[in-house]
């Protein structure tokens, strides 16, 4: 589908509204031939003719026909601005979901800023195009027509002189939209940098402040600030170019009318009344083409606007369910990742991982940063595809499933939390919306959140989150892990999720989690005392599991776990031994 067809997808459902407003646009375009008409009847046979009983009537005439045209000009008007707003509606609301169907890779390509900018600006181009800038061109040429039919009938040697001025006027709207349109493509993706450079600072405002590069912040936003007005300023240097050629041309016709016509009244071959007619059909011709520069920018810049919002969605996302999908309610969480490789782009990220978990197993993993933890519950949750291997959940290819089967099956606390703007209860409460009160509570408990979300101010009211209260990491990653666990899934991923809360709460959460029937867990930690009463660790490096099996098999094997274990609990010893004789440790 092209950029255009999509558009078109969406007016089509307004086709009857868009007809609608189009018959009244004929109508009120049609009703401009009268006022020229009558005052040219006012002047050969009022005036001159001395039927002075007439100019009562025609006076009201040129009143009536002014009212009803008034009247259909503002239901047209209102019928316009209604389509375009519902419309616009209905595009936001496809775009938005488009987004939210995207994978992963798809967030990681476009930034934060080019999305708003899609959701933003580029719709509000297709909104003016679609409540001004259509009903314009369509008026402007019809009144253009009827100018030109109307002065055939008074004299077709004076209309032959106007058409004169068309061929140009074509050839200089087409060479503007041609020249226009990169200067419209720069402003698009400068006005996404921009946005870009603001969203960034707003949500990095903290990072700004503690590195004191508020200067740095302004001169960066001084350079996108600037690309951007550049280019207005170089699309406007192009119409600039263009507009007074226009003005040039609609002026073009009143010197040849005012040539042409005086001299054919002058010779009598025409009235002064038919002269009179022709002038007041003058403005029909020339608002055209007054016009066709502002037009052919409007056009231009919602086309740029179409072509950006199609190009950001059209390709489908990698990652959706297939056409017959395995729909499981609740899985049993027996999972088995076989031969599985993950590259991205050329990189080797994982490299033959097989393991296989009985339901109800925990799992702990653990690994050196980047060696390929997070990116396996990625694979899992289906984030991400594998390159090459299958996972499977109760021996299911992941791949064969329904995805928001898959995903809410899967109760994950991720490694970079993220809390929305809304209550504690709200928040936790996420995945699972009609849950009671008590069962917010019991996941707060579990995850050891519930004592200090009582001292907060309104306790599981307090609104947290972008515009709320400030939490520390490890609150967040309580509420976090309350969130994933509230969910009541079969699978519970935990990654990083203890990292930032000290070793006693740790052990606390961990005899909560252990409680826990029927439910597979994945551990990812760094610390050993996070994971080592797991049923099976995996000991991750360079995307390749090193060694598995239980605490004690890895110990007793002596390798790269058993290293890390005597690196953390030595250094533990040591600081005891140390604070034991009194002495400070400076290991
Ligand atoms: P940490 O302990 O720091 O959380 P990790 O073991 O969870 O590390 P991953 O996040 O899985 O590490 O990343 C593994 C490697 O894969 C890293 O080198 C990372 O840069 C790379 N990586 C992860 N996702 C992508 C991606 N989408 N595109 C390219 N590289 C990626
Ligand atoms: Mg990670």
Redesign the pocket.
């Known amino acids: 589908m092209t950029a255009s067809q999509w558009f078109f997808s969406f007016l089509k459902k307004y086709r009857l509204n868009l007809i609608t407003e189009l018959i009244l646009v004929t109508f009120s375009s049609v009703l401009t031939i009268v006022n020229p008409y009558i005052s040219g009847i006012i002047v050969d046979d009022v005036i001159k003719g001395g039927h002075k009983e007439l100019l009562l009537n025609l006076v009201l005439l040129l009143i009536i026909t002014t009212v009803v045209r008034s009247i259909i000009r503002y239901m047209y008007l209102f019928i316009f601005e209604k389509t375009s707003q519902r419309m616009l509606c209905t595009m936001r609301d496809y775009v938005y979901r488009r987004f939210l169907e995207e994978d ?2 798809f967030y ?1 390509k476009n930034r934060t800023g080019d999305l708003m900018s899609r959701q933003t600006g580029d719709m509000d181009a297709i909104r003016h195009f679609v409540a001004f800038v259509i009903y314009s061109i369509y008026e402007n040429s019809l009144l253009f027509f009827i100018a030109l039919v109307m002065i055939f009938t008074v004299d077709y040697h004076l209309a032959l002189c106007m058409i004169a001025v068309m061929p140009l006027t074509v050839f200089i709207t087409c060479k503007q939209l041609r020249a226009i349109k990169p200067a419209f493509h720069n402003i698009r993706k400068r006005f996404s940098s921009l946005n870009t450079a603001v969203q960034e600072n707003v949500s990095g405002n903290r990072v700004v402040k503690a590195f004191a590069k508020e200067n740095f912040e302004i001169e960066k936003f001084n350079r996108e600030n600037d690309g951007y007005r550049d280019a207005e300023l170089n699309a406007a240097a192009i119409w600039r170019k263009y507009i007074p050629i226009f003005e040039f041309l609609s002026s073009t016709l009143t010197f040849i009318l005012y040539l042409v016509g005086g001299i054919m009244v002058v010779k009598g071959s025409i009235s002064l009344g038919k002269l009179v007619t022709v002038s007041g059909y003058l403005w029909m011709l020339n608002n055209p083409l007054r016009m066709a520069g502002w037009l052919a920018n409007d056009y231009q810049r919602f086309v740029t606007s179409v072509e950006k919002i199609h190009s950001t969605i059209k390709e489908e996302p990698v990652i959706k369910t297939p056409g017959k999908a395995v729909v499981h309610k609740r899985f049993k969480g027996e999972i088995e990742f076989k031969h599985v490789n993950y590259r ?2 050329d ?1 080797v ?1 994982l490299t033959d991982i097989n393991f296989r978990i009985s339901p109800g197993q925990t799992v702990g993993i653990i ?10 519950m ?1 694979l899992l949750c289906r984030f ?1 595809d594998v390159t090459d291997g299958e996972i499977t959940i109760d021996g299911i290819n992941v791949k064969d499933m329904d995805l928001y089967c898959l995903r809410n099956n899967v109760g994950m606390a991720m ?1 970079d939390v993220f809390l929305f703007s809304d209550t504690i209860e709200g928040n936790i409460a996420y995945g699972n919306p009609a849950c009671t009160f008590e069962e917010v509570q019991e996941a707060a408990k579990i995850a050891d959140a519930d004592g200090f979300i009582q001292n907060m101010p309104e306790d599981y009211d307090t609104i947290v989150g972008e515009r709320g209260m400030g939490l520390s990491g490890g609150q967040k990653q309580r509420i976090s892990l309350a969130r994933a666990l509230l969910k009541n899934p079969s699978i519970v991923i935990l ?2 999720t203890t990292s930032a809360v000290d070793t006693e709460t740790e052990a606390h959460i961990q005899s909560q989690l252990n409680a826990l029937a029927n439910r597979t867990v994945f551990i ?1 930690a ?1 610390r050993i005392s996070s994971i080592k009463d797991a049923d099976v660790i995996l000991v ?1 490096n360079n ?1 390749k599991i090193l060694e598995s099996g239980n605490h004690e098999s890895l110990i007793a094997k002596k390798g790269y776990y058993y290293t890390v274990f005597n690196h953390q609990y030595g250094e533990f010893d040591k600081y005891i031994g140390a604070r034991q004789k009194g002495g400070r440790y400076n290991g």
């Open positions: 992963f890779t990681n991205a782009e990189d990220i690994g050196t940063t980047g060696s390929g933890k997070s990116t396996l990625n991400y490694q990654d990083d990812i760094h991750l995307g």
